[in-house]
């Protein structure tokens, strides 16, 4: 199951491309679990430092595979940036990560392969 997780660290720079869309919710789930592991670490060792430090070292993964999704459902990378718009911006990603991707090829690229069980 953690298949989705590595596979998204192992092109942590590929911002072109698409992912199918069980592919990112997978990562985003494992990515979650990880985080919320090593703040309870921290808690318990009175440090902010485990968290802090993979936060950063996710930041251009998470931002790949993000992009990569949005471009499953054919949009740009670039809508990423309304996350900067609190709330609403956050929502509205959300909403393009849940739909289906775009069945066949896109100007992004071929349809993924099929998803590993």
Do not use: C
């Amino acid at each position: 199951m953690y298949y989705w997780y590595l596979d998204a660290i192992r092109n942590y720079a590929v911002f072109s491309g698409r992912t199918h869309r069980k592919a990112f919710w997978m990562f985003v789930l494992f990515d979650i679990i990880i985080a919320i592991v090593l703040t309870m670490i921290d808690a318990i060792l009175g440090m902010g430092l485990l968290g802090l430090l993979y936060s950063l070292a996710l930041l251009i993964p998470r931002l790949a595979v993000s992009a990569r999704r949005l471009h499953d459902a054919d949009r740009t990378g670039w809508w990423l940036l309304i996350s900067l718009i609190p709330v609403i911006g956050i929502l509205v990603l959300i909403f393009f990560w849940i739909q289906p991707g775009t069945t066949g090829d896109n100007q992004y690229g071929p349809e993924p392969a099929s998803e590993i069980v």
